[in-house]
């Protein structure tokens, strides 16, 4: 299990990540994920899915608006250029 720190630009903001990896038992699956504290907003689409422990929900977002706080945790892909191409948040609350 590691932690890392990184950071991203995202519409000309720049965002601090502690990223690590987890494994899940269940599904023989080993997990990227990222956390923050900072307030975030990836969109795709004005699309995000936020998935709860206790269920699945769908937000639409208007552009440029931002999650403020929350401590936002996120399962991600990355393309073979080893660029960020998928976000799946996992896990929303507030601190």
């Not at 502690?18 to 956390?35: A, I, L, M, P, Q």
């Amino acid at each position: 299990m590691s932690d890392d720190l990184f950071g991203v630009v995202v519409d000309g903001r720049k965002l601090l990540f502690k990223y690590g990896e987890s494994y899940n038992r269940f599904t023989d699956e080993y997990y990227h994920y990222v956390k923050s504290n900072t307030p975030v907003c990836f969109i795709e689409n004005d699309l995000l899915k936020l998935m709860y422990k206790n269920g699945i929900d769908y937000f639409r977002v208007p552009k440029n608006k931002t999650l403020v706080g929350h401590d936002i945790a996120f399962v991600f892909k990355r393309s073979e250029e080893n660029k960020i191409t998928m976000f799946e948040f996992i896990e929303v609350q507030k601190y």
